[in-house]
């Protein structure tokens, strides 16, 4: 911190291609997040400067990972998208990129099993990666705001539609997280979107939300969080 100079806060923005806008139109090659999402929107309609540390087919671990390693600071503001939980992230520290190696493991691993690495594949989940991602999200958000910094986390994707009746009995009784979440992700819009007014809101791309649910999200947000443009 530069002393004589008074320090603006920030908007810090964590997830995966939700968050970095894949396949919105300037965003479709990866090179960059796009400017048309709703991270971009919410920070400037809050006045704010932003950093978008998302990842395409990052994972919670993954976020929080670039959370602690990042330039955040007191008075600045996290906002987590919670992605996948059967995603997954791996740091070798012996690699000569940075002294880190990463290793993103998806739901593209997950459907072929001579793909995943065998660690990872002999201990997967659902029910182990829902424990893992309570873990990680009260870790992060209980570090944050013990240093002044203002959380707010939209829920993790469960598919609580494939999970089995023991899956879903163990994650509404055993995982609680201190964390609050707000279940009213960027998925939400677009599924409601598609629900009441008859179409699929997708973006170029044909997969990822499209421009219009980003734009819901957007609205959402600064009416249900207006101390954002504080």
């Known amino acids: 911190m530069t002393y004589g100079k008074t320090y603006m ?31 971009t929107q919410v ?4 006045g704010k400067e932003y950093v978008n540390l998302s990842d395409p ?6 976020a929080v990972h670039l959370a602690q390693n990042c330039d955040i600071q007191s008075g600045d503001t996290a906002i987590f998208h919670w992605t996948f939980i059967n995603r ?12 880190v190696k990463t290793t993103k493991i998806g739901n ?10 065998k660690m990872h594949y002999f201990n997967w989940s659902e029910v182990h990666m829902m424990h893992d ?19 707010i986390n939209f ?12 899956e879903l009995d163990y994650w ?24 009441k007014k008859g179409y699929t809101d997708l973006a170029t791309d044909g997969d990822h939300p499209g421009l219009t649910s980003n734009i819901r999200f957007v609205n959402y947000i600064l009416e249900e969080y207006p101390w954002l443009k504080d």
Not at 57 to 62: A, F
Request: net charge positive.
């Open 9 to 39: 806060s920030k908007i810090y923005f964590f997830g995966c291609s939700y968050t970095y806008g894949h396949g919105l139109e300037d965003c479709l090659t990866l090179q960059k997040p796009s400017k048309l999402g709703w991270v």
């Open 108 to 117: 593209w691993m997950l459907k072929n099993k001579s793909k995943r690495p």
């Open 172 to 195: 509404n009784k055993n995982i609680n997280c201190t964390t609050i979440f707000d279940e009213r992700n960027l998925l939400h819009w677009q599924k409601f979107v598609s629900a």
């Open 88 to 99: 997954y992230f791996y740091l070798d520290w012996h690699s000569k990129f940075q002294g």
């Open 133 to 151: 991602t309570e873990i990680l999200v009260d870790y992060i958000n209980n570090k944050f705001e013990k240093k002044g910094i203002r959380c």
């Open 43 to 46: 920070a400037n309609q809050a």
């Open 155 to 166: 829920e993790p994707v469960i598919y609580k539609d494939k999970a089995t009746d023991h």
């Open 57 to 62: 087919g990052g994972s919670n671990r993954q």
